[in-house]
C-alpha cells in the first residue's frame, strides 16, 4: 500500500455535527454507513427511477404533462396540495422530537475527515489511530474520528462522543490505554474570537462496536498539572501516561512531566527542569524506549542541532518524597548509631586506667570522644527530634516505620547513658591527661619557635624585591607555599591535642605567624601577577614603530594598569615588589604623554638635538625607530624640560607663519618623521627686498 492511499479527500467546510438523544439505545443510534453503500443505494434508486419511466403507458404520460402545465399556471393538482399538507405535518412532528442530550453525530460523509491544524491524535488498540478537534478555516472543532491503519483501504470513522458536548479546541493533550481516552486542556476561543486555555481533563470509555466514547465520571487523586497547549501525552508503561511539556496560559514553554496511573487515576510528578532550557514555543519531544527524548538548539543556532534524553522512570524515583525520605531517615540514623556506639565504647575505656595510660591512641579516642560529647551534646539531642518528626511524616504517606522507631528508641536509652557516664570518664582520665598534657605543650613551645624562624626567612624571599622579576618570583612563591602548608598540617593537628586537653590557646601566637606569612603570599603574587600584564603590554607597545604609535590608546590602558595597582591591599604596599610595578605604571603614563608632544608637526631638527643634549641619549629617527628607542631617554625623568623644548617649537612655528606673510627669511623646513635629511632653504616673496 502506497501513501498516496492514506490520503484523504478534503470537504468544503468542517463536518456539522447534530445532537442525538441519550435516551436512544447505542443500537439505535444512527450508524455512519460506509461511502460505498450509499453510493450503492443511489445507483439503485436511479435505475429503478429509470424502469419506472419506460413502464409508464403513453396516456400517463399525457396526464402527467397536463399537470405539469397546470401548475406552471399556478394551479396545483390535488394529489400535490395533499403531499405538501403531510410533508408539513411530518416537519412539525421532527421539530417536537429534537434531540435533549449531547450526543454528537456526523451529517456528512462519515469516510472524511475535515482538514485541519493543532488537531490531536492518539493511538488506540495497535493500529487504530484516534482524532479530536483541531482548526479547520479558522474555526475550532470538537468531533472524534477513527481510522484503522490494519485496513486494507484505510478510512475515517466519525465516533460517537456520548455525555457531554465538548467545547472546540485545538492543541489539546490526547492519549488512551487499551479503550481508555484521556483528554486534557487545549486552546477555546470565546465569543470575541480571544484564545484561553481549558482547564478540563476528561475520561472516555472507547466502545468499538458501537463506535462511541463515553464520558466516564472520575475523580483524580495526586497533584494535577498546570493547564497547558502542545503538550506531548503518552504511554509510558502499562496504566501509565507521561505528560510532558507544553506552553501555558502566557505562552511560556513548560519543562514539567506528569505521570498518570490510570488504574487509580492518580497524578504524580515525575520532573521538574527549568523552562529556560526549552524552546520559546515549547518543547519538542517524544517518548522513545521508556525515555524522554527532547531536540533542542544549541546557543546561537536557529537549528535543531542538540539532542537529549532522560529515564523518565529513573528521575521519579528521586523525586519521590516517601522513598527519598527514607532513605535520609535511615542514612542519618546509621549515622548517629555510629557516633553514640563509639562514644560507648571510649567511656568504657576508661574503665582500665592502667591499659588506658600504656596507649596514647586510646587516650586519644577518649579524649577527642569526652570533647564530642560536650561540643555535639546539643546538636545529637536535636537530631533524635528531628529523626522522629521524619517518622511521623513518613507514616501519613503510609510508610512501615517500625523498624526506625525501634532502632531510635535504643539509640536515645544508649545516648543517655553516656551523657551519665561522661562525668565519670572524664575524672577518670585526668591523672593520665595531666601527664600527657605538659609534653604536648612543650611540643606546641616547640613548634612555635620554628614558626618564627620561618617567618624571618620568609620576610627575606627574593620575591618581596622588585629586580626578581615575575619570572624568577613564580617558583619561589610556589616553594613558598609548601612549607606553609606544611606548617599548617602541623598546627592543625596540634590544635586538636590543645583542644582535647583543654589549652587551645598555647597555639595561637604560631597560628597568628603562619596566618602573616600565608596572607602576604597571596598579597605578593597579586602583585606578580599584574606586574605581569603590565609588563607584557608595555613589552608589545615599545615594539611599535614611531609612525604608528597610538598614545591615546596607550594612556587608556595605562591608566587602568594604575587604577589595578592601587587596588591592591595596604599591607603589601610597603613592599619593594610593589614599589615597582607602581613605577612602572607610573612612569609609562608620565612618558606617553610627552610621547604624544614629541609627535608634533612643530618639531625640528634644532628642537630633536636640544632634546638629545638634555638627556644625554643620542639617537635617529628613521623607518626602524620604536617607541622603545624614545622611551631610553626615560623621558618621565625630564618631564619640564620636555615641555619646555615641545612649547618653543610650537612658538617659533607660529613665528614663522607670521613672518612668512611680509618678508623673506631664511627657514628650515624639517619633518620629524624623516629626522637627518638635509635643510633647503626657501625663499619667501617680501616688500623688504630680502632675497
Not at 408539513?88 to 442530550?101: D, H, L, M, V, Y
Not at 501555558?248 to 514553554?253: F, I, R, T, V, Y
Not at 512501615?400 to 522507631?405: G, L, M, R, V
Not at 532502632?407 to 595531666?434: F, G, H, N, Y
Request: overall charge negative; hydrophobic content about 40%; aromatic content about 8%.
Amino acid at each position: 500500500m502506497t501513501v498516496a492511499d492514506y490520503r484523504l479527500r478534503p470537504p468544503a467546510r468542517p463536518a456539522p455535527l447534530k445532537v442525538v438523544r441519550e435516551d436512544e439505545d447505542e443500537e439505535d443510534a444512527p450508524a455512519a454507513p460506509p461511502l460505498a453503500e450509499e453510493k450503492k443505494d443511489g445507483e439503485e434508486a436511479a435505475a429503478e427511477g429509470d424502469e419506472g419511466d419506460e413502464a409508464k403507458p403513453e396516456g400517463e404520460g399525457e396526464e402527467a404533462k397536463a399537470e405539469g402545465d397546470a401548475a406552471a399556471e399556478g394551479e396545483k393538482p390535488e394529489g400535490e396540495v395533499e403531499g405538501e399538507a403531510a410533508a408539513a405535518e411530518a416537519e412539525t412532528e421532527a421539530e417536537a422530537e429534537a434531540p435533549k442530550e449531547a450526543e454528537l453525530a456526523p451529517e456528512n460523509d462519515p469516510s472524511q475527515a475535515a482538514p485541519r491544524t493543532s488537531h490531536s491524535a492518539c493511538s488506540l488498540g495497535g493500529k487504530k489511530v484516534v482524532m479530536f478537534g483541531g482548526e479547520s478555516e479558522g474555526a475550532l472543532l470538537n468531533d472524534f474520528a477513527l481510522v484503522d491503519l490494519a485496513e486494507r483501504e484505510p478510512k475515517w470513522t466519525q465516533l460517537f462522543a456520548k455525555g457531554l458536548e465538548l467545547e472546540p479546541r485545538k492543541g489539546a493533550a490526547l492519549a488512551a490505554v487499551g479503550n481508555t481516552v484521556v483528554l486534557f486542556s487545549g486552546i477555546a476561543k470565546d465569543e470575541d474570537e480571544g484564545e484561553y486555555l481549558l482547564d478540563d481533563l476528561r475520561v472516555f470509555s472507547y466502545e468499538p462496536k458501537q463506535h462511541t466514547l463515553t464520558l466516564q465520571e472520575v475523580e483524580f487523586k495526586g497533584p494535577i498539572p498546570e493547564p497547558r497547549s502542545g503538550a506531548v501525552f503518552q504511554l509510558y508503561a502499562p496504566n501509565q501516561l507521561m505528560l510532558y511539556g507544553g506552553v501555558d496560559a502566557k505562552g511560556k514553554p513548560l519543562n514539567t512531566a506528569y505521570m498518570l496511573n490510570t488504574a487509580k487515576m492518580e497524578w504524580s510528578i515525575a520532573y521538574r527542569g527549568d523552562p529556560e532550557a526549552c524552546p520559546p514555543f515549547g518543547a519538542v519531544a517524544t517518548l522513545a524506549n521508556g525515555r524522554l527524548v527532547t531536540l533542542n538548539m544549541q546557543a546561537g543556532s536557529s537549528r535543531f542541532d542538540a539532542v537529549q534524553s532522560m529515564d523518565i522512570g529513573e528521575v521519579k524515583d528521586r523525586l519521590n518524597f516517601a522513598k527519598f525520605m527514607t532513605e535520609v531517615a535511615e542514612s542519618d540514623l546509621t549515622n548517629m548509631e555510629t557516633e553514640v556506639n563509639a562514644m560507648e565504647h571510649a567511656c568504657q575505656l576508661t574503665e582500665n586506667s592502667t591499659a588506658l595510660a600504656a596507649s596514647f591512641d586510646n587516650l586519644l579516642v577518649v579524649m577527642g570522644v569526652l570533647l564530642d560529647i560536650k561540643t555535639k551534646r546539643v546538636g545529637i539531642d536535636l537530631r533524635q527530634d528531628q529523626m522522629k518528626e521524619v517518622l511521623s511524616v513518613l507514616k501519613s504517606f503510609k510508610v512501615n516505620t517500625t523498624k526506625f522507631e525501634e532502632r531510635l528508641e535504643a539509640m536515645t536509652v544508649k545516648w543517655a547513658d553516656v551523657k551519665t557516664a561522661a562525668p565519670q570518664a572524664k575524672e577518670s582520665v585526668e591523672p593520665i591527661q595531666a601527664t600527657e598534657g605538659e609534653r604536648i605543650k612543650g611540643d606546641i613551645v616547640e613548634f612555635g619557635k620554628r614558626c618564627v624562624s620561618y617567618r624571618q626567612e620568609f620576610q627575606v624571599k627574593p620575591f618581596f624585591k622588585a629586580e626578581t622579576g615575575y619570572t624568577a618570583s613564580y617558583p619561589v612563591i610556589d616553594t613558598a607555599n609548601t612549607e606553609i602548608k606544611k606548617l599548617e598540617t602541623e598546627s592543625n593537628a596540634l590544635k586538636k591535642l590543645a583542644e582535647m586537653f583543654d589549652f587551645p590557646e598555647l597555639l595561637d601566637p604560631a597560628n597568628v605567624v603562619i596566618f602573616e606569612c600565608r596572607e602576604e603570599l597571596v598579597f605578593v603574587k597579586d602583585v606578580w601577577d599584574i606586574s605581569m600584564l603590565v609588563e607584557v603590554q608595555f613589552v608589545d607597545w615599545r615594539k611599535t614603530l614611531w609612525a604608528d604609535i597610538k598614545t591615546d590608546m596607550m594612556e587608556d590602558n595605562t591608566k587602568m594598569f594604575v587604577k589595578e595597582v592601587k587596588g591592591l591591599p595596604k599591607k603589601i604596599r610597603t613592599s619593594n615588589a610593589y614599589a615597582g610595578v607602581d613605577g612602572s605604571v607610573k612612569n609609562f603614563l608620565t612618558s606617553i604623554p610627552l610621547v604624544a608632544d614629541l609627535r608634533s608637526p612643530d618639531m625640528r631638527e634644532r628642537h630633536w638635538n636640544m632634546l638629545m643634549e638634555t638627556t644625554g641619549v643620542q639617537f635617529v629617527i628613521d623607518d626602524a625607530f620604536k617607541l622603545d628607542d624614545l622611551l631610553a631617554l626615560e623621558l618621565h625623568k625630564f618631564e619640564d624640560e620636555v615641555g619646555e623644548i615641545v612649547d618653543r617649537a610650537q612658538k617659533e612655528a607660529k613665528m614663522e607663519v607670521r613672518l612668512g606673510w611680509g618678508c623673506s627669511i631664511p627657514t628650515a623646513h624639517f619633518n620629524p618623521h624623516t629626522l637627518g635629511q638635509r635643510w633647503h632653504w626657501v625663499g619667501l616673496r617680501s616688500g623688504l627686498g630680502w632675497g
